[in-house]
Each structure stands twice: as C-alpha cells, then as structure tokens.
C-alpha cells in the first residue's frame, strides 16, 4: 500500500470514527457513550479506535491539533520587519477561516459546547486544550520576537486573541447562528482584540442575519 493510499484510509477510519461519535452523542448523550460502543458504529476495532484517539473526549477536538498547527506555522513564517500582533492577528484569521470551518459545517463546536455543560469530563479537556493552545503559541509568538516581547506580553497578546474568539464563538452558538455567522463572529472578535492591543485590523463585513420563520 502506497503512502498517499494509506493516509487517505486513515483519513476515512478517523472521519467514521468522528461521525458515529457525534451521532451516538446526540442520541444518547455524553456519558452514556463509551470507546467501544463509537468503535462498533464505525465498524471498527477498540484497539483501531484508540489509534486514533486517546479518549472519547478527543473525538470531539478532533481538528484542534491542525488548527494550532496552522497557527504557529503563519507565525514561523512571518515577514521580515512585521510587528508581532499583526502576524499574531493573520495567524487568528487562518486558524479561523481555514480550519475552524470544519468544526462549525460538521456540528463538531455546537456539540463540544453543548456537551461542555453537563459532562465534566469533556468539560475539563475542553479547558485543557484550550490553555495548551495558547502556551503553544504564546511561546512560538516570543521565539519569533525574543528582543521585543516577553513571556508575560506574548502570553497577554495570545491570550486577548484566543479569549475573544473563543467567548464569541460560544455567544454566537448560543443564540443558534449559523456556521458563517458563527465564523463572521469569531472574525470580528479577532479584529477587535487586535484593536484593542494596537494592532493593525479592520472588523469583517457580518452575513445577513436569518429571519425567524413565521
């Protein structure tokens, strides 16, 4: 089997995988869903389940690692003479336009955060990843700047960013918006954090907002 074929099936085994633990959730609920009832439905082993995810609460972050990864590789790759909260701000935008797509279109972040609520399992892993990420990329945001930034102003920095996105991701969610204005909400979040540490930023065009049927 060849490089390109085997990373496409495991490509499809992890998409399955995802698919029937969102299903499963929605159906029974978090706590009632264990690793091998999510293996079974994708038709699948425990051992391949595991392959793949370390626990059922992964399944639900199961973009999380390339949307950092996209992150700190806009901020390795900056400009020559660029100010770091410009580059940090680009770095948001692709995290959100380019990847948190796939969380939004799938119902993976309206079921992270309505989960989040009443499991506290997934909860805890939620507030984990979420502090990860930015360590991950308050300490790439400095190696970048080591002469113009220090450890508690890159952490500032990331830290006005990732939080203002993600409290308008929840906010957005809450009310029941769609995935683009969910993204459109995230954006503007992005865009006014930036402006409100000095960084060059101008706040997205929003979607037209849906009409209540009836």
Do not use: C
Request: net charge neutral.
């Amino acid at each position: 089997m060849n490089e390109g074929l085997r990373e496409r099936k495991k490509n499809r085994t992890r998409q399955a995988l995802v698919d029937a633990a969102v299903r499963l959730f929605e159906e029974r609920g978090f706590d009632a869903v264990t690793t091998a009832d999510i293996a079974a439905a994708a038709d699948v082993s425990p051992r391949t389940f595991f392959l793949h995810f370390a626990a059922k609460e992964d399944v639900l972050f199961a973009h999380s690692e390339m949307r950092v990864d996209l992150g700190l590789r806009t901020l390795a790759e900056r400009a020559a003479g660029e100010p770091p909260g410009t580059v940090l701000a680009r770095a948001m935008e692709r995290m959100i336009v380019d990847s948190w797509g796939a969380d939004l279109t799938s119902g993976l972040a309206a079921l992270r955060v309505r989960l989040a609520a009443s499991a506290p399992a997934l909860r805890a892993r939620l507030v984990q990843r979420f502090a990860g990420a930015q360590h991950d990329l308050a300490a790439a945001l400095l190696a970048a700047y080591p002469e113009e930034l220090d450890t508690v102003t890159a952490a500032a920095l990331v830290g006005a960013q990732v939080g203002a996105v993600g409290a308008a991701a929840v906010a957005s969610l809450d009310r029941g918006d769609a995935p683009g204005e969910v993204r459109d909400a995230m954006l503007l979040a992005a865009a006014l954090a930036a402006g409100s540490t000095g960084t060059r930023a101008s706040a997205p065009r929003p979607s037209p907002r849906r009409t209540a049927p009836g």
